[in-house]
């Protein structure tokens, strides 16, 4: 049986390097993919792509059932980096169509308990507007001309580790701000962490659900800490806490964590985009200063100056919470270790 996972895995690398190439010299991209003789996926996608189209719009790049493909692949490889995408991977989260009107009716009858002309109880899902709407978040990545355009497994190597660093902090950024500001129950964290993680379960916790963790980095530091049969979870990537799945994310504020409801959670992520600039000038700050509602002068660097490209890969994707309910956010976290007697 073919592994289309593996078949798929370096197409995003490969064409990367393809439009740097092409930037650089002009060259069709259908000779490039010939001359460099990319993976079957990459050329045939580089070779589909017309004047009508662009690889760096991830909407007309889903058109093309490689891309698609390709997307996947990536997005399947960015492992524990992504809270958001972790916990749609494993089927925590309510996997639904972007731009689709999206709802849930459930019903449960028991035959001996409701009698014969007497009403049914029926719970109902919403979502605000009625639809999954889509949104998209944008990873920049500058590297050195050399590092992209090399062919060494190392290079390659180096080169998929920068970019899923990157898409699955811009996802996180984006996915969980967005469920966060939907969510009704907000608590300010004590000094006594079994009564805050009792108050998060009893707001989330109907019996019916699929309940998972995401926290910050320096909360995860902590559960990892708390040395008293809670702290089994892992300061990075996904484990578990209290036998639930439990991810960590760069993605959220410093001393957050997050309880949410997957089966009330609706999300998916699309096909990426990919877009590469040698002639930019950015500012190389992780605060940048330089946005359109408070623009600040400050210094840049010219990416053909210091022989660098920045490859831009943009990537569609909706989140909603069903429910105000669905999640519950605890902020101000400073627990202290417990140290076991």
């Given amino acids: 049986m073919q592994n289309h996972q593996a078949e798929f895995a370096g197409t995003i690398q490969s064409l990367i390097r393809a439009l ?4 650089k010299t002009g060259e069709p991209f259908n000779e490039i993919a010939d001359r460099l003789r ?19 719009d991830p909407a007309w790049a889903s058109g093309l059932a490689d891309m698609q493909a390709a997307s996947s692949a990536f997005l ?12 749609l991977d494993v089927g925590v989260l309510t996997r639904a169509p972007l731009r689709s009107r999206v709802g849930a009716v459930t019903e449960g009858v028991v035959a001996d308990v409701t009698g014969e002309g ?4 029926v719970s109902r899902m919403t979502l605000s507007g009625d639809a999954l709407l889509p949104q998209q978040a944008d990873a920049i990545v500058v590297l050195s001309r050399e590092v992209i355009e090399n062919a060494s497994a190392a290079a390659q190597a180096f080169l ?41 379960l009893d707001s989330v916790n109907t019996g019916e659900g699929r309940l998972a963790w ?8 902590s559960i990892a800490l708390l040395n008293d049969g809670r702290g089994t979870a892992s300061p990075e990537g996904v484990s578990e806490f209290l036998g639930l799945p439990h991810a960590v994310s760069a993605g959220l504020a410093a001393g957050t964590l997050v309880l949410l409801d997957g089966d009330r959670v609706l999300a998916d992520v699309e ?31 010219s990416l053909w100056q210091v022989n660098a490209v920045a490859v831009k890969i943009s990537a569609l994707f909706g989140a909603v919470a069903g429910t ?14 417990v140290v076991s007697g």
């Fill in 160 to 200: 998929s580790r920068q970019l899923r660093r990157a898409v699955a902090k811009a996802l996180d950024v984006g996915a969980l701000s967005t469920l966060i500001t939907s969510a009704t129950p907000s608590f300010a964290a004590t000094d006594n962490h079994a009564a805050d993680l009792k108050q998060m």
């Fill in 76 to 87: 399947q490889g960015l492992g524990g980096r992504s809270a958001f995408a972790s916990l």
């Fill in 38 to 56: 990319l993976p079957a996926p990459a050329a045939r996608i580089l070779k589909s792509a017309v004047g009508a189209g662009t690889l760096s």
């Fill in 214 to 221: 995401i926290a910050a980095p320096d909360v995860a530091n």
């Fill in 324 to 337: 105000p309910d669905a999640l519950a956010v605890l902020t101000g976290i400073e627990w202290p270790p």
């Fill in 271 to 301: 096909s990426l985009g990919v877009d590469v600039a040698r002639h930019a000038a950015l500012q190389m700050n992780d605060e940048p200063t330089m946005d359109a509602s408070t623009p600040t002068a400050t210094p840049v660097v």
């Fill in 118 to 121: 007497k009403s049914r109880p």
């Fill in 20 to 23: 740097v190439i092409a930037a």
